[in-house]
């Protein structure tokens, strides 16, 4: 079985926003590559194929077979034999760059994943990654725990200013901030005050030292390393006031003609207030349980030619007390990011999306 990529999200492959000069994602990423020329030791090469092989995005990163990361609801699997899929995360570049003599990297790449649809989610964004094995000079007589959390510190300190607020969620402490591919794990959260005064924490990386038996598969058996990774989209947005994740994928003047390399303080100017078009879809979920939230989602993405989806969210559910079925009921949220809809074109994609839920998705619609 084959996931069929939508094409919303097959013509994204290849642009590389990361590498497109004045675009918000590359000044990020920019901005966190100086930081590390600064530290010095480093490299940073770039594959820029996501295609790779499940090997290196989940089996030598000792990812359990069970897991749910490798789920085809979760995951694009682009061949016949379930062995290639779009990559995930950039820890999937980590045994390939590091076997061909990559010791102490920082990379970025477009990573894909089958998600939610709502305005911080979307199924492709970029990661950056961070691998640095004992050797390096700039870790001098420290160890591996130390190396990464003096430059995690200095990081967010360079990304955010001195004063910025932020933790580590330990993996001692917080079990769920762990990794199959790391021990001694942690993620950071930044914590920012908003515009209208409120807090707003978010998750900007996860990181750990890298397991033995990587190190061994990549021929340094004995050796010891760290590794991040990190999310562009969600600081770009926090850094800009981006409202939309999707805008980054306009090519409309209006938003790239508002960003600068260097120019990390001007704020994101609104230039289209359109209005939204809702519309709700009830069913009943079949007894197969082969519903599943970005099945839909899925199916939804490639019902729209263009990114005219804006969220999908659950609105209520009950269950028949007589037949025990369960109702669900979404609402999907109709808007282009520049342009007005017409009610012809959400009905036909509506319907479309309709009739494929109840042939696909064992649901019956109410
Ligand atoms: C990973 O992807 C790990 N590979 C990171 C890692 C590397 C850990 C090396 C240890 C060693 P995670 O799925 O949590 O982890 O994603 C990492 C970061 O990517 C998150 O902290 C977040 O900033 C960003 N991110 C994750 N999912 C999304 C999404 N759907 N949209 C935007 N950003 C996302
Ligand atoms: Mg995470």
Not at 42 to 55: K, Q, T
Not at 266 to 278: M, N, R
Request: with cysteine; net charge negative; aromatic share 10%.
């Amino acid at each position: 079985m084959t996931t069929t990529i939508p094409k919303a999200v097959s013509e994204k492959v290849g642009r590389n926003l990361h590498n497109q000069e004045n675009h918000p994602i590359k000044i990020v990423k920019d901005r966190i590559f100086s930081f590390f020329k600064d530290c010095g030791g480093f490299r940073f090469p770039e594959r820029l194929d996501p295609i790779v092989e499940v090997e290196n995005n989940f089996d030598k990163l000792l990812i359990p077979s069970n897991h749910v990361s490798r789920s085809p609801s979760d995951t694009y699997y682009v061949s016949q034999d379930m062995s290639r899929v779009l990559r995930t995360h950039m820890t999937a570049e980590m045994v390939p760059l590091v076997t061909s003599g990559n010791y102490n990297y920082i990379t970025c790449g477009d990573v894909y994943r089958k998600d939610a649809i709502d305005s911080t989610h979307y199924p492709v964004f970029h990661q950056i990654e961070g691998f640095m094995s004992q050797g390096n000079p700039s870790h001098g007589d420290i160890s591996v725990e130390e190396s990464l959390r003096i430059h995690l510190h200095g990081l967010i300190k360079h990304l955010f200013g001195d004063t910025v607020k932020y933790r580590f969620m330990e993996e001692k402490d917080h079990p769920e901030c762990s990794f199959p591919f790391t021990y001694n794990s942690l993620e950071v959260e930044v914590t920012l005050t908003l515009p209208d005064g409120t807090e707003k924490a978010i998750e900007v990386l996860g990181a750990g030292t890298v397991q033995p038996r990587i190190m061994e598969a990549c021929g340094l058996s004995g050796k010891s390393a760290w590794a991040f990774g990190m999310g562009l989209e969600r600081l770009a947005m926090l850094f800009y006031g981006i409202p939309d994740i999707r805008l980054f994928w306009s090519t409309d003047h209006r938003f790239l003609s508002q960003f600068k390399e260097g120019d990390f303080s001007s704020k994101f100017q609104p230039f289209s207030s359109l209005p939204a078009c809702y519309k709700d879809v009830a069913f009943w979920l079949g007894d197969k349980g082969k519903f599943t939230y970005n099945d839909f989602c899925n199916i939804i993405k490639e019902e729209c030619e263009e990114d005219i989806v804006e969220e999908v969210i659950l609105k209520d559910t009950f269950t028949n007390g007589k037949t025990g079925k369960v109702s669900e009921c979404y609402r999907i949220v109709y808007r282009h990011p520049s342009r007005t809809l017409s009610n012809e074109e959400i009905n036909t994609v509506q319907d479309n999306i309709r009739n494929r839920l109840e042939k696909e998705l064992d649901v019956t619609l109410r």
